[in-house]
């Protein structure tokens, strides 16, 4: 239920569920053209968004995943449509582009690595012409293997420019224990991955795991149908469906949302009536309606509101008044009547009402009321909006300030963490009056507040550092921005984001030898685990790097909290009490011939009954030891 808040219709990506697990071939003249697809991206969105949304606004790098299982044949020629078409838009938007190809299938050898760099396009075509699907023929595949492939080599790593790109026609048979690993590399390297889909296989389905992923990271699944009809799903822009993409002709809010907020198993509330009514003695049902509120202000020209209600007799109960004490000044046409144009798209089967708000210049401002049943089982909401000027922002925590800083997106419970804003349009707003909110998905509760101040370093940024509640739960969160437009109105803005804070935390410390590896040297990396929880809990860690170099954990120190002596531990996994930390030393060991340049990453994954956490580290290899 809570997941619903995180996108609008998510439910439309998954389909309906089939039940036959069988393939079936689709014929190379059914109807496909990517060409009219990226035609019609650009005509909603805009050739700057589009480029935005594609990584194309500075130098890429583009890894294609592809599967090669036998069931492909028939659609790797559209495989090869849509990579063209993907080079036309990069060499458009006159960026420069390294081509990086994985393949999949299974079975497959994972003793093997089948990733491959390209320099150019050229030479990209000529081995995707000669790509034939050869193996596998069930409905699921090692799709989250190809992705590592993609995600290890060397130029992906490098780049702070990055899009993947996955064509399958299957669902993953491994992604359930890959996923996480994937988004955090993913989000670390700030790459987002797109999935184009074909239908052989499950052809209404989409792989939540797919899902997830394109959600957590920017990007978007494609569902290429039988008869070439497209279901896209995309956390950047909403859906992109009739009725519910929203892009605008100017910009759209693809960092944040004017708001959100869900309640899930909520009771019918009953009332005594002392013995009046039929039924139970001494009860009747009473039906109240429940309101949220919205802000809008001067920068919305417009804006779209998603519910999603339980049971579904209820979406004809669901209301949107406009601001009884708005500003009327700024309503033009059908909305200074009083009169809202607001255009009601409703869908039974994903028990959601869809309700759009547009005005000539700009919708009144001020709070408008959401209204619906109180005696709901479950109610979601979210808003998007579009604008000239659209205030916007991007969020994330950091451990500590200054140029180093790396994003953090999986933050702790009880731990010191620096919140960082970035805003956009940034001259339209008093940042004087900027605040920021933690918002609980659930129940839209406010767990946390405080002021913002300007980041030294970097325009249009902003930080205040805050320790997140430990008695708010893990069931996750937005940012809340606040603060007032120039002209004085008040703005409110969501993330489109959202955070899934831990009890347990994972810090990776201090690095010996300047990040780098030297021949036939070792290199430290601290390691730091705390227990926020209320309760004990079992931790195991494990280290890996991308180039399966030497590298051992050693056993733990633990530290208590007012206890100035430490304890050594020889165990992995080890006990830690409520406040308990546990230091570890991990040692990378070198081999005799590196290659300067090239770029290992550390991946260190700690497990515990309820979490599963993961940071990583770039090293880079050097050829000598410099002083």
Same mark, same amino acid.
């Given at each position: 239920?809570?997941?619903?808040?995180?996108? +609008?219709?998510?439910?439309?990506?998954?389909?309906?569920?089939?039940?036959?697990?069988?393939?079936?071939?689709?014929?190379?003249?059914?109807?496909?053209?990517?060409?009219?697809? =990226?035609?019609?991206?650009?005509?909603?969105?805009?050739?700057?968004?589009?480029?935005?949304?594609?990584?194309?606004?500075?130098?890429?790098?583009?890894?294609?995943?592809?599967?090669?299982?036998?069931?492909?044949?028939? #659609?790797?020629?559209?495989?090869? &449509?849509?990579?063209?078409?993907?080079?036309? *838009?990069?060499?458009?938007?006159?960026?420069?582009?390294?081509?990086?190809?994985?393949? =999949?299938?299974?079975?497959?050898?994972?003793?093997?690595?089948?990733?491959?760099?390209?320099?150019?396009?050229?030479?990209?075509?000529?081995?995707?012409?000669? $790509?034939?699907?050869?193996?596998?023929?069930?409905?699921?595949?090692?799709?989250?293997?190809?992705?590592?492939?993609?995600?290890?080599?060397?130029?992906?790593?490098?780049?702070?420019?990055?899009?993947?790109?996955? =064509?399958?026609?299957?669902?993953?048979?491994?992604?359930?224990?890959?996923?996480?690993?994937?988004?955090?590399?993913?989000?670390?390297?700030?790459?987002?991955? =797109?999935?184009?889909?074909?239908?052989?296989?499950?052809?209404?389905?989409?792989?939540?795991?797919?899902?997830?992923?394109?959600?957590?990271?920017?990007?978007?699944?494609?569902?290429?149908?039988?008869?070439?009809?497209?279901?896209?799903? #995309?956390?950047?822009?909403?859906?992109? *469906?009739?009725?519910?993409?929203?892009?605008?002709?100017?910009?759209?809010?693809?960092?944040?949302?004017?708001?959100?907020?869900? *309640?899930?198993?909520?009771?019918?509330?009953?009332?005594?009536?002392?013995?009046?009514?039929?039924?139970?003695?001494?009860?009747?049902?009473?039906?109240?309606?429940?309101?949220?509120?919205?802000?809008?202000?001067?920068?919305? &020209?417009?804006?779209?509101?998603?519910?999603?209600?339980?049971?579904?007799?209820?979406?004809?109960?669901?209301?949107?008044?406009?601001?009884?004490?708005?500003?009327?000044?700024?309503? +033009?046409?059908?909305? %200074?009547?009083?009169?809202?144009?607001?255009?009601?798209?409703? %869908?039974?089967?994903?028990?959601?009402?869809?309700? #759009?708000?547009?005005?000539?210049?700009?919708?009144?401002?001020?709070?408008?009321?959401?209204?619906?049943?109180?005696?709901?089982?479950?109610?979601?909401?979210?808003?998007?909006?579009?604008? &000239?000027?659209?205030?916007?922002?991007?969020?994330?925590?950091? #451990? +500590?300030?200054? !140029?180093?800083?790396?994003?953090?997106?999986?933050?702790?419970?009880?731990?010191?963490?620096?919140?960082?804003?970035?805003?956009?349009?940034?001259?339209?707003?008093?940042?004087?009056?900027?605040?920021?909110?933690?918002?609980?998905?659930?129940?839209?509760?406010?767990?946390?507040?405080?002021?913002?101040?300007?980041?030294?370093?970097?325009?249009?940024?902003?930080?205040?550092?805050?320790?997140?509640?430990?008695?708010?739960?893990?069931?996750?969160?937005?940012?809340?921005?606040?603060?007032?437009?120039?002209?004085?109105?008040?703005?409110?803005?969501?993330?489109?984001?959202?955070?899934?804070?831990?009890?347990?935390?994972?810090?990776?410390?201090?690095?010996?030898?300047?990040?780098?590896?030297? !021949?036939?040297?070792?290199?430290?990396?601290?390691? *730091?685990?705390?227990?926020?929880?209320?309760?004990?809990?079992?931790?195991?860690?494990?280290?890996?790097?991308?180039?399966?170099?030497?590298?051992?954990?050693?056993?733990?120190?633990?530290?208590?909290?007012?206890?100035?002596?430490?304890?050594?531990?020889?165990?992995?996994?080890?006990?830690?009490? !409520?406040?308990?930390?546990?230091?570890?030393?991990?040692?990378?060991?070198? !081999?005799?011939?590196?290659?300067?340049?090239?770029?290992?990453?550390?991946?260190?994954?700690?497990?515990?009954?309820?979490?599963?956490? $993961?940071?990583?580290?770039?090293?880079?290899?050097?050829?000598?030891?410099?002083?």
């Amino acid at each position: 239920g809570n997941m619903l808040v995180a996108q +609008e219709n998510i439910a439309r990506a998954l389909g309906a569920i089939d039940g036959t697990n069988r393939r079936r071939k689709r014929g190379a003249t059914d109807a496909w053209n990517a060409t009219k697809l =990226f035609n019609e991206f650009r005509e909603r969105m805009g050739e700057d968004k589009l480029q935005e949304l594609l990584h194309l606004d500075k130098k890429v790098t583009m890894a294609f995943v592809i599967d090669t299982s036998s069931s492909m044949a028939d #659609d790797m020629i559209h495989v090869r &449509e849509y990579i063209q078409q993907l080079v036309e *838009e990069q060499e458009r938007a006159g960026v420069s582009a390294t081509y990086v190809v994985a393949t =999949f299938a299974d079975p497959s050898s994972a003793s093997s690595r089948n990733d491959r760099k390209f320099k150019t396009a050229a030479s990209l075509f000529n081995y995707l012409d000669a $790509l034939e699907p050869t193996l596998g023929g069930d409905c699921e595949e090692k799709t989250c293997y190809g992705m590592l492939q993609a995600l290890y080599n060397n130029n992906f790593m490098r780049v702070k420019n990055a899009a993947m790109y996955v =064509f399958t026609d299957a669902g993953s048979k491994d992604c359930k224990m890959q996923t996480t690993t994937i988004i955090r590399i993913l989000q670390y390297l700030k790459a987002s991955a =797109f999935f184009i889909l074909f239908d052989s296989c499950n052809p209404s389905i989409i792989d939540s795991n797919y899902v997830e992923i394109a959600q957590k990271t920017g990007g978007f699944c494609l569902l290429i149908r039988d008869n070439g009809v497209y279901n896209i799903t #995309d956390t950047v822009n909403g859906a992109f *469906e009739n009725d519910a993409l929203i892009c605008g002709e100017h910009s759209d809010n693809s960092n944040s949302v004017v708001g959100q907020g869900s *309640e899930a198993d909520r009771r019918k509330r009953q009332v005594n009536t002392f013995g009046r009514g039929r039924g139970t003695p001494g009860l009747v049902d009473v039906v109240k309606e429940a309101e949220k509120r919205i802000l809008i202000d001067t920068s919305i &020209e417009k804006f779209k509101v998603v519910v999603t209600i339980t049971p579904a007799e209820l979406l004809s109960k669901v209301r949107l008044e406009k601001p009884a004490d708005g500003n009327t000044e700024r309503c +033009e046409g059908v909305l %200074s009547n009083g009169e809202p144009s607001i255009v009601v798209n409703t %869908s039974i089967a994903d028990n959601t009402v869809v309700m #759009d708000v547009t005005a000539n210049n700009c919708p009144c401002t001020g709070y408008w009321l959401l209204k619906y049943p109180e005696d709901a089982a479950s109610f979601s909401y979210s808003v998007k909006s579009t604008g &000239e000027y659209l205030v916007t922002f991007d969020s994330y925590f950091v #451990d +500590e300030v200054g !140029p180093s800083r790396v994003a953090n997106y999986a933050p702790c419970l009880g731990i010191e963490e620096y919140l960082v804003i970035k805003l956009n349009q940034g001259e339209k707003v008093n940042t004087e009056t900027l605040s920021a909110k933690i918002v609980g998905l659930a129940g839209n509760t406010v767990h946390w507040e405080g002021q913002l101040a300007a980041d030294e370093a970097s325009a249009n940024t902003y930080i205040v550092k805050l320790i997140i509640p430990s008695d708010m739960g893990t069931e996750g969160f937005r940012i809340m921005l606040e603060g007032k437009i120039v002209d004085g109105t008040l703005f409110q803005r969501m993330s489109s984001n959202y955070f899934v804070p831990t009890g347990s935390c994972l810090r990776l410390g201090e690095v010996t030898n300047y990040y780098a590896l030297f !021949p036939n040297k070792k290199t430290f990396i601290d390691v *730091e685990i705390s227990n926020n929880n209320e309760v004990e809990e079992v931790y195991s860690v494990i280290c890996s790097n991308s180039k399966n170099y030497g590298i051992s954990v050693g056993g733990p120190t633990i530290a208590t909290v007012g206890v100035r002596k430490k304890k050594n531990a020889s165990s992995n996994p080890v006990l830690l009490q !409520p406040q308990q930390k546990a230091l570890y030393r991990v040692v990378v060991q070198a !081999p005799k011939k590196l290659s300067r340049g090239k770029t290992v990453t550390v991946t260190c994954r700690v497990t515990t009954s309820t979490d599963e956490l $993961l940071d990583i580290i770039r090293l880079t290899e050097m050829e000598e030891r410099f002083n």
